[in-house]
């Protein structure tokens, strides 16, 4: 079984701020991990993705996110927050070698000010 | 090219009815899998199908039901509706079981 833990369920910055947003997971097999985005009214669109190459991956819009075995961590940064970057971030993780089946966290809320 | 594209895009019910939303994936995709999202939380699985098999059932009771046709597009089914069953039902499309999700924008029902 696995699970992820999303830490603040809010998050907010200043606009040109870096955006930091915590995800930690448990597994018991390696996993997989995912970043999703979500805008009001809309469905989920995928972020980028781990499934065992590099640590660090660079996904879209300029977000990136390390996996971090030893912390159980796959946190996600951008170094510069921008005003169209406010949504509901989703952190989700499958079991590599099972059903794949993804689990994910509560979500938060990224908030940019001006 | 044409994304995940689900209908109705919102619905409103009463206690107690039948419901069946409609989920076409992205050509060339054969698997598909139906969430639960209720407002404030992340999505809760709900069913896998991959190649017309159930290949997954989340903790849902047996009202829900699900299906896949040869052409791959899906349909989930919700009977004896409650009112807790209000939520957004997003159907997600991928080309394999391990690769990362495409999401359509979800069918709103509501009950009431």
């Known amino acids: 079984a696995q699970s992820v833990t999303q830490l603040g369920s809010h998050v907010s910055v200043s606009e040109g701020a870096l955006v930091l947003l915590r995800c930690n997971y448990s597994?018991?097999?390696?996993?997989?991990l995912f970043w999703y985005v979500q805008y009001p009214n809309q469905g989920l669109q995928l972020l980028l993705k781990y499934t065992s190459a590099a640590t660090l991956v660079k996904g879209i819009n300029g977000f990136e996110a390390e996996f971090k075995k030893s912390e159980t961590s796959f946190h996600l940064t951008k170094p510069s927050a921008h005003m169209s970057d406010a949504a509901e971030y989703f952190c989700a993780v499958s079991a590599s070698g099972g059903s794949y089946i993804p689990t994910f966290g509560r979500g938060t809320s990224l908030i940019v000010h001006p | 090219d044409a994304g995940v594209t689900q209908s109705p895009t919102h619905l409103i019910k009463t206690r107690g009815q039948h419901v069946t939303l409609r989920c076409s994936p992205i050509s060339g995709h054969k698997s598909v899998s139906w969430y639960q999202q209720v407002l404030g939380q992340g999505p809760q699985f709900i069913f896998q199908?991959?190649?017309?098999?159930?290949?997954g059932r989340g903790n849902f009771p047996d009202r829900f039901s699900a299906r896949q046709f040869p052409n791959y597009s899906s349909e989930l089914n919700v009977n004896a509706l409650l009112l807790g069953d209000s939520a957004l039902y997003l159907c997600a499309s991928s080309l394999r079981l391990e690769g990362g999700y495409t999401f359509g924008s979800g069918t709103r029902l509501t009950v009431v």
């Open positions: 597994s018991s097999v390696p996993p997989y």
């Open positions: 199908y991959y190649e017309k098999e159930e290949r």
